[in-house]
């Protein structure tokens, strides 16, 4: 696995944001300093991340309830740190991840990964761990090119759909909960002015 040093990105973008202890991004050997590179720019994800933390964080001062986090106090939740890590694969162990985790036999964009630590043991820890997202690069490239979307537009919905499942929001439980989730996506992407990635 590849995985550029970028302390210094890291320690200056969370100087700017008390919830943010670390951003790790590594790659399966096939995916290229590159791609890294040109595709998975550490500050701009760092900045997605953020955006949707501190959105998340706004939303629970109005009473929303983190579906995974819901036995911590909020208060709690919102003064921890977080760490996130992002692995981006290829299209062939992408597929046998997705087979894997969800019994489906393709490769998809994003898997999430949520931690699931017992509030106990979170209470205890210095920062709050979100989990892992695994992207596939080659499934998300082909996606955006589709959509007629950039690479940058749709690496950006992906990260924000991500963490929102790290955090237990799931769009495959009913329609009430997809149009949740995808109105918390619309407006954290408008916020960062990004298009609507629906339409």
Request: glycine residues 4%.
């Amino acid at each position: 696995m590849s995985q550029p040093d970028n302390t210094n990105v890291d320690d200056k973008i969370a100087s700017n944001h008390a919830s943010l202890a670390a951003l790790d991004i590594s790659a399966t050997d096939s995916i290229d300093d590159e791609i890294l590179d040109t595709f998975y720019n550490r500050e701009h994800l760092l900045s997605v991340m953020m955006a949707t933390l501190d959105y998340i964080d706004g939303r629970i001062n109005t009473g929303l309830t983190l579906p995974y986090f819901a036995d911590i106090v909020p208060e709690l939740w919102q003064e921890k740190s977080k760490t996130l890590d992002i692995y981006i694969t290829d299209e062939f162990e992408g597929r046998a991840l997705n087979l894997e985790a969800r019994g489906k036999d393709y490769a998809t964009n994003i898997l999430s990964y949520p931690s699931e630590l017992p509030a106990a043991v979170i209470e205890l820890m210095p920062t709050l761990p979100l989990g892992e997202l695994v992207i596939c690069h080659e499934v998300m490239v082909r996606e955006a090119a589709e959509q007629d979307k950039t690479v940058a537009q749709h690496i950006s919905h992906l990260l924000v759909h991500g963490v929102l499942h790290l955090l237990g929001f799931d769009h495959e439980l009913g329609q009430a909960e997809q149009d949740e989730m995808e109105y918390f996506e619309i407006d954290i992407l408008a916020g960062l002015n990004l298009p609507n990635p629906y339409i």
